[in-house]
């Protein structure tokens, strides 16, 4: 049963005639809906070898160049997520120690710079940099320039992350490394960080569910990544509806294995982390885990 | 900055237009998302992986996809409307899996002892939702759901980047590529248009959260 | 753990004997027959036959993971049975709907982590249950919740909200809640597990009040002073089965199975 089964009794007979019969009733309605949309798009034509035989045609002489092409999109699609992702940990990480590490008379800095990023929606950011820098000489790749942008926004989500997983870590671990004499800095380094990396392993691979979903603003600044090259193709094949649908399809498998990568981490996570210890006290003194983030808990049929 | 003030006009339109596509997405994002919350914790299996699915398809697909697949896909098929609707409609959906899930994870945050509690004392199904589940159900999405509404103000840009017209990330391409003006100022102009909306809606949904918490 | 029982009660230690003379020598108010439930491959209640006197004080005892809670649970269905049936006043427990809710309404039933509804006050609390099942008038049953509270010791609390009471406090509020749906026969599932140890006592002395007063419980506890002082009968429990049953003077003295004997051991040991 789903997580939420606690809502409502196990079903009784009566229930499970009621669930089949309303399982049944939508799943009638839902076929009718599929079935007519079926018919719409092949009374309009959006069935035929023409629209569709490029995608999935071998023999079809435009399938290889077309394919060909996606894929190189595809391949710039992922460097510019795993450049920013690997990026973004990095810029993440020196945030969340600047702003766990700063002195009072700094700390408003950090945190606005922190407070502003996460404000400004990333496609803004990414045309800012890529319209600002070269303003003031600095011209740089396309690619570069999206690296930038998705780093910019995505760090400091990532540094909230790790912030919050340094508070939810027991204090006693915190005491316990202090008393043996380690510098605040060790403490940080040794014992606190590398545990707040493993509690929130699967919201950091959440997150980069959501850098791949982000590397599609690139049309903006027109880096041909996988979107802006099924929009080039669509141009000479006029099939948007066809091209945008495998394209969507390609974005959910990469991001469903994403999904499945981070749910399978989320039930190994914490297990190798201390936790505090259980009973009254500990469940009193135990503070929240934040969210992961909600693409990463997307599937959970 | 004389830039932002000659074109205080023009910034001013973009902003309230942005306020009018993230009102719009809302109303339909909210409805939407609280029936799929409603299916996804339903006793019907078909309806938990039917909400499963619509949660898992929108939140992998970038909402740039949606954008263009509902503007350049669905007139093939003789459904014709202006972007604005287009745009509005698509962050609506795109959105409302957000919502569902800011909802699913409110509920997932009641103990399973007060449903109990509630059963035991004997309330009927939708009593023991309506008394006792919903109302602390609520206040815990009240987090999930500020940053999806938050996320959503920020989508509505995309929105605006693929061509709906007007809002605040028109101006700034209208300014910078039509007009040749500085991109630093106009551009700051504009993050300030969103900052504008986010902060205070940020703010102003914790200040509530912290108001209505629940001590447990 | 043990030395409460040897401490003088505050309640005048109440004898079997006059007691059970006093009962209506109607059937059992509970029957369970045969029963049984499965976690999974785990065999969590076996054969489970139990009878359960109006007035009665049944405690069930045993090692974690016998079945106790799950046992007290299934009366009031919220653990499913796989066979067997479980009566109450000679009708079975309704399966679902409105007649379970109604079943419910008449079994009270006090938590381990008390699960007091977190985002209402105390009276709430224990009136909300007499205005939307019973349709007592919200005035009538604020009186009763009141009276209710100042007899369970927290009427002074009664705007507060439970996270705002001590563990004690909260559990006696959940007895009230229970209490305030004049149930027929009151469950408790290890009601004193949750609480620091100062204040296990103040919930136990309103558990032999209410025993006392003659009604009709089935305790699941660790406590044995309380089952000494306030138990009918002590059921134990080993592995899913009843494995032996007896007043508690003569459990507690002379137990006969050699699983009774070496808990029994293991729990007097400090």
Known sequence: MSSSSFLYDALGPRGNRRVRWYSAAFAAVALGVLYLIGQKLAVEGQLSEEKWGPLVNPSNPNFGPLWTFLAGGLVNTLIVAA????????????????RVTSRPWYRWFV????????????????????????????????????VIGLTLYNGVVIAEILRGGLQALPRGQKEAAQSLGLS?????????LPQAFRMMLPALIGQLIVVVKETSLGFIISYEELLRRGQIAIQSLSNPLQLFFIIAVIYIIINLGLTLLTRKLERGAGKKTAKTPGGRQGAKARRRVPDPIPEARALQL | MDVIVDNFDLFAQGWLRTVQICFYALLGALPLGILLAAARVSPVPFLRSLGGTWVTIFMS????????????????????????????????LYSASFVCEALRSGINAVPAGQAEAAR?????????????????????????????????????????????????????????????????????????GYLLLVLPIGRILSLIETKVAILR | ??????????????????????????????????????????????????????????????????????????????????SGSIELGGSPVPVEGNRLAAHRADVGMVFQSFNLFAHKTVLENVTL?????????????????????????????????????????????????SLAMNPRVLLFDEPTSALDPEMVNEVLDVMSALAQDGMTMVVVTHEMG??????????FMADGAIVEQASPTEFFDNPQTDRARDFLSKILVH
């Open chain 1, 83 to 98: 450049l920013a992702i690997v990026c973004a940990l990095l810029f993440g990480t020196a945030m969340a120690l600047a």
């Open chain 1, 111 to 146: 945190v606005s710079v922190i407070e502003v990023l996460r404000g400004i929606p990333v496609v803004l950011l990414i045309f800012f940099v890529a319209r600002v820098l070269p303003e003031v000489g600095i011209g740089l790749s396309t690619m570069t320039f999206l």
């Open chain 1, 184 to 192: 605040s800095w060790n403490t940080l380094r040794l014992v606190l």
């Open chain 2, 61 to 92: 697909c970038p909402l740039t996809v949606v954008l263009f697949f509902m503007a350049f896909g669905l007139p093939e098929i003789g459904i014709k409307g202006s972007y604005f609707w287009f745009g509005t409609i698509g962050l609506a």
């Open chain 2, 120 to 192: 035991s004392i004997g309330l009927s199904f939708m009593r023991s939702l309506n008394l006792v589940i919903l109302p602390q159900a609520l206040r815990s999405s009240l987090p999930p759901m500020t940053n999806a509404i938050i996320y959503l103000i920020k989508n509505s840009a995309i929105v605006g980047a693929f061509g709906v017209g007007q809002d605040l990330f028109a101006v700034a391409d209208t300014l910078t590529a039509a007009r040749g003006l500085s991109a630093l100022p106009v551009l700051t102009g504009v993050i300030a």
């Open chain 3, 1 to 82: 753990m043990f030395s409460k029982g040897a401490e003088p009660a505050d309640t005048p230690t109440v004898g079997v004997g006059p007691r059970v003379a006093e009962k209506a020598v109607a059937g059992p108010i509970v029957r369970l027959s045969g029963v049984n439930k499965h976690f999974g491959s785990l065999h969590v209640l076996k054969e489970i036959d139990l009878d359960i006197a109006e007035g009665e004080v049944v405690v069930i005892i045993g090692p974690s993971g016998s079945g106790k809670s799950t046992l007290c649970r299934a009366i009031n269905r919220l653990e499913t049975i796989d």
């Open chain 3, 129 to 177: 249950g007499p205005i939307h099942v019973r349709k007592c008038s919200p005035a009538k049953a604020r009186a009763q919740a009141m009276e209710l509270l100042e007899r369970v010791g927290v009427g002074a609390q009664a705007t507060k909200l439970p996270a705002q009471l001590s563990g004690g406090q909260q559990q006696r509020v959940a007895i009230a809640r």
């Open chain 3, 226 to 235: 309380f089952a000494k002082r306030a138990g009918d009968r002590v059921v």
